[in-house]
């Protein structure tokens, strides 16, 4: 129990916020240094409380900066409370802002008085206002700096527009995945023929794309974490490809500094202003990389292997316990043999618990107390202890608490709580307490993503509404614009695209989540109440009515564990199941797309299909349409795989149980081998047959080409069936909306 699900968060934020004040000072993404990313996202704001005498933030032009350095902490920026008003200041900027109290909005004369008390403008204001409030005392009572935390931080990034990291070592992932994505989708055949608007959108997405794989990795590195270098060093290598295909600035760079050409990993590095030895640099010792996680993988299937048994044998256990008078059976026999493993899976059930809880204490004390000059790094150094021990912790303590007191009570009952009477009873209530505590747990979990998606979520509002009014402004400023001024729209236009993008892809990962959180607290309640059916410990009921709803209760553990291996297979077949139909409806838009730009083309007595629009096109459809059968083959191989292992589960009681107490030990035991043997053989095959291919190489074909145009075109006798549920249309039609916001010509590489 107890896995952490990612959702995108404080990350996306301080990045969009970091690009909207650099895009503002230095328009060229290229120039900027994944330093200044690293630095942003780390630094901190505080609350204080400053007599005028002392600081007069009132007249700014005379404020001495350099002894308000001195006064806050690490030259971070800083909440002041002074004579009644707030102020925030800005070191590096070194500007102070007068932070205005939240002002009541005016009743209408349409508005009732119980309307505008319950309407969303009054509510708001009455939600900042407590916010405002909470801040002006919080800093009135900072005699000395006091760190922002909390809902105070996210009050503070709403008023400065500015958003802050809770933690030091807040990480770029969420945002750098969605990047990555866009990534993945690039070719260097489809830049080929793009239009100069698209271009302009994949530089700006690749370039955005190379700011945070660098940033990442030095990230990484400072927190002694180099296991991805190698998944790292190959999505940058791509980006440098594609920029080298596409933007001019970053060619001009390659040919000032030729011996870029031959260190590709180094050339992105380069382009971004950053000295290549730093990542070339390789005596940081990894203490929690690779091998240290791959071990934790096997611990965590060896496991769930293990838990399957437990209820499984509890089950076969059972059955045999119903023939082990019976005369036509073997029972004595089978009641050996079938104890036999006991003690393995006894003490391995303490051991695996105990040996993960070790590894992740030493992880997050490792991070958190530094024992000598070569176990951490000066940049981790750097973040107090406090803080250390804080963000790791909430990365494991799921985990640690999960695994110490099941390791503890496991351990306990093992070799203490076990047998008949009042200890055996007293393992029961134990394992029925920890059986609660898993669905506390559970609630927890999802009680914390759900916190941390409504965050996402109000962080994005806040961005695109900050966005929306910056554009407004500039779209309906008088004059004549300049070329700074035009550039700087389609940025932000830019800017929108991707972040509307992002929120809708977080929406979708939420939902596929939430619903795996959910099922979590549903399974860990019907087993503890299977668990409560199978034991009994505390109502006094006759024998066979003890006896028969033991064996119900070992039935349904048995059950519920095989449907929540069912469950959890379910969940990863629909996550491809919507890739495949994300990339379908992207096929058929496209395809439509396609069609109503040759027929616009023939109206114009323009029959031919040399137009690299045409062709960019059908590389779009060529490549969604091969992730769409992608995705169906994954979906054929990951729905063979989940029916056989299902019917592995739900065999191996009856194989055990058939050769245990039905033949002689002589038939039995190879009986087993062989089943096992057949299982393992059963894998291969399916792997062999239904796993699919790699996908190809993005290749233009100019034949297929002509063809393909050709096949769309010929008029379809019996109406396609729909191809959108009302849902996915409206988003379909959002995205439209998006779209066509964005400057020049659409650009549909990003759609």
Known sequence: MGTEVTVMATSSAILQSFLR???????????????????YSRTQCGLINIDSEEINLADEDNVDFANLKSVLHDNNDAVIFQNDNLYYVDIQKESIQLLQEPIEPEITAEEEYDEYFKSPKYIQYLRHQTYYNRLKQASSEANTYKRAKGRELDYIGSLTGRAFAEHRSDDFLPSLEFYLGKLDKADVVLCRYMSDKQKEQLIYDLRITLLLLAAQQQHEKDYQKTENDKKYNQQIAKCSLLLKELDPEYQRRVQESPELAEISDAQPIKYMGIPVARLLAKDIVDLSGGTTKTIRGYMDSLNDKRLYWVWGSSFIKTLIGLVAEDSRFFGDQADKAIKMPDPYT????????????????????????????????????????????????????????????????????????????TLGAAGDAVTLALLIFDIAI??????????????????YEEDLARLERQLHALRNKNGQLEEEELKTIRQIEMQIHTLKQEQKKCKREWQLQKVSLIWGIVYATALMGAFLVLTMPFLPISAPVLASMAIAGAVLCFAFTVINNIVKGGIELYKTHKTKQESQQDADFKIKCLVQLIRSDRLKGDNSLDSNEKKFLYLEIKQCLAETEYQKQMMIYQSVNLIRSTLIQLLIPAVVFASLAVVPLGIGIPML???????????????????????????????????????????????????????????????????????????????
Not at 23 to 38: G, H, T, W, Y
């Open 346 to 421: 006894g003490n391995l059930s303490w051991i695996l618990y105990y040996a993960r809880f070790f590894m992740n204490l030493f992880l997050l004390l490792k991070h958190t107390i530094r024992y000598d000059e070569e176990q951490m790094s000066d940049e981790e150094a750097k973040t107090p202890w406090q803080e250390r021990f804080q963000t790791e912790w909430s990365k494991r303590k799921f985990t640690l608490l999960n695994d110490s007191i099941w390791g503890t009570a496991n351990l306990v009952c093992f070799f203490w709580l076990t047998g008949g009477g």
């Open 442 to 459: 559970s609630i927890w979990d999802l009680a914390e993503q759900k916190t941390k998606y409504d965050k996402a979520m109000l962080q």
């Open 21 to 39: 004040d650099a895009l503002k000072e230095q328009r060229n993404i290229a120039d900027l240094s994944f330093e200044k990313l690293l630095e």
């Open 673 to 751: 081998i062989a089943a096992a043997a057949l299982a393992i053989a059963t894998q291969f095959l399916v792997d062999a047959r239904f796993k699919p291919e790699e996908k190809k190489e993005l290749e233009f074909d100019e034949q297929e080409y002509k063809t393909f145009c050709g096949e769309i075109m010929k008029p379809k006798k019996p109406e396609r069936p729909r191809l959108f549920s009302a849902g996915a249309e409206k988003e379909r039609r959002e995205e439209l909306d998006d779209l066509a916001n964005l400057p020049g010509d659409t650009i549909l590489a990003n759609d």
